[in-house]
């Protein structure tokens, strides 16, 4: 055989070789394509059968991330910030008649508003102004820039003698050697104009500089219906509404529940004693105040708590009373039983004497905390890993994605729907899978609580993160794929 024949049967079996690759190349890439598509596909879902059967364990991992998502929800849905919402229904019938010209009543545990009555009307806080004081005194201990301990110098402007007329005094004197903690007793039980005073002076430098700061906390409280311009409520020129202060009293006591305890609950207070007196005052006799108040005072006065209902309202421990003429008969008033909290307010109430608002604000108080605790009861969150799912994610870069619920599952219903000892219950109305870019906050389904097996509330089931489309190519794959397998594979 010569050389050009060896040459030429060498050439003929090349081309035969790559006419048969060129034959079954696209065969074996059809293969490889299937193979990839198929593993792709069933990887995915794998991936979140997976994560759906160990990403709900509430290890410190799982917690951090977690609480990221949260971060990032209140920040996506400003609504999950505010501090009060409405009730699932209008409960009004519920409650009996309020003498108050105007009240609201809000579960404390989930900020819901189940009774309002002229809840947005501008009104005088009187002397609940003061819990906007004890909040700003509170804050600045917390910082460490004072203490309960520290000795506050009194202003003459802050003597009893020259506090307005008919106002409430805790009875501070010229010389008196008081300490911040007892001045914030005497805002709280005996709600001492005298007190407000002296803190305000000695804390802020001037009347003038509390009121800037205060109304700089109120604005970042984001009450825009509130200001004060003076720090005991003796002006009728400080103003609020009862939506608003049940808003910042929900914000007081989650801030300092320590204070409930320590100021607002104490039945009543003796000030003078002897360690406030300076040393030429002690031993003196008592003294009478029929011919007005002296600007020194020795003599010790025991004043009681002027919220009425503690120890009358069962689990009642705060707030605050208030009373000008152009607000009538005021209360913050707030009560806690087995771990539920209620705060009502009730501005212009009745009374032509302290006697008479003091028998009105009792009635209402009662009627309204007791409605709420005989006839509601608080069902509190579902834990966030239950109502926390992963579904397979097609079409992204990314093989599942996270959905959890958009807000808190905790509400308050009536009594009449079931039981404190009912069993609440969730299902989640989800797609089996979702496909492409998905952003942060997209709703991608329904859970529905169940009490007794009846549904009570609907609440959005949101992505908790974000994701990426693959290329045309890959998303044209998973959707063939999912055409041809899901209902397979279910």
């Not at 545990?109 to 005194?137: C, H, Q, R, W």
Request: net charge neutral; aromatic share 10%.
């Amino acid at each position: 055989m010569t050389k050009n024949q060896i040459q030429s049967e060498d050439n003929g079996a090349a081309i035969k070789k790559r006419i048969y690759i060129a034959a079954i190349s696209p065969f074996l890439i059809s293969i490889l394509i299937i193979i990839f598509s198929v593993t792709r596909f069933f990887s995915i879902k794998s991936a979140a059968d997976n994560k759906n059967g160990a990403g709900n364990n509430l290890n410190e991992l799982y917690n951090q991330e977690m609480t990221q998502i949260n971060l990032r929800l209140d920040n996506h849905f400003p609504q999950r910030k505010s501090i009060l919402r409405p009730a699932e229904k209008d409960y009004t019938a519920l409650f009996p008649p309020v003498s108050a010209g105007a009240a609201i009543l809000i579960c404390a545990n989930t900020g819901e508003v189940l009774y309002e009555k002229n809840a947005d009307m501008e009104i005088p806080p009187a002397s609940m102004t003061k819990l906007f004081l004890m909040y700003s005194v509170l804050n600045m201990i917390n910082q460490g820039k004072i203490s309960y301990s520290d000795i506050i110098p009194i202003d003459r402007r802050a003597w009893a003698c020259n506090m307005m007329k008919e106002s409430s005094l805790m009875f501070l004197g010229k010389d008196h050697i008081v300490t911040l903690e007892e001045l914030l007793l005497g805002l709280s039980i005996s709600s001492g104009n005298d007190a407000a005073y002296a803190i305000a002076y000695a804390l802020f430098g001037s009347m003038e500089n509390f009121i800037l700061s205060i109304n700089q906390d109120i604005k970042n409280l984001g009450l825009t219906h509130t200001r004060i311009v003076e720090s005991s409520g003796y002006s009728e020129l400080n103003i609020t509404t009862p939506r608003e202060m049940a808003a910042f009293s929900k914000i007081y006591i989650e801030t300092f529940p320590e204070a409930l305890e320590k100021f607002h609950s104490v039945r009543e207070n003796t000030y003078p004693q002897e360690h406030n007196l300076p040393s030429y005052q002690k031993g003196r006799s008592p003294q009478s105040f029929d011919k007005g108040i002296p600007s020194e005072i020795w003599t010790p006065i025991t004043q009681g708590n002027t919220n009425k209902l503690l120890g009358i309202l069962p689990g009642c421990d705060g707030l605050k009373t208030g009373h000008i003429y152009e607000s009538g008969y005021n209360i913050s008033l707030t009560s806690k039983r087995n771990g539920v909290r209620y705060i009502s307010v009730t501005m212009l109430g009745p009374g032509n004497s302290m006697k008479e608002g003091d028998f009105y604000r009792k009635q209402d108080g009662m009627n309204l905390h007791s409605t709420a605790f005989n006839k509601f009861h608080f069902v509190p969150s579902i834990p966030m890993n239950e109502c926390t799912y992963t579904i397979p994610l097609y079409g992204a870069k990314t093989k599942t994605v996270r959905i959890t619920a958009m807000c808190d599952t905790s509400f308050v219903t009536p009594i009449e729907n079931g039981s404190s000892n009912d069993f609440v219950s969730a299902k989640a109305e989800i797609p089996p899978y979702a496909f492409g870019k998905i952003n942060f906050g997209d709703s991608i389904g329904t859970l529905i609580l169940f009490m007794n097996e009846k549904p009570c509330r609907r609440i959005p089931l949101v992505a908790a993160e974000d994701t990426q489309e693959e290329c045309a190519l890959i998303q044209s794959i998973d959707s063939l794929m999912l055409r041809l397998f899901w209902k397979n594979v279910q």
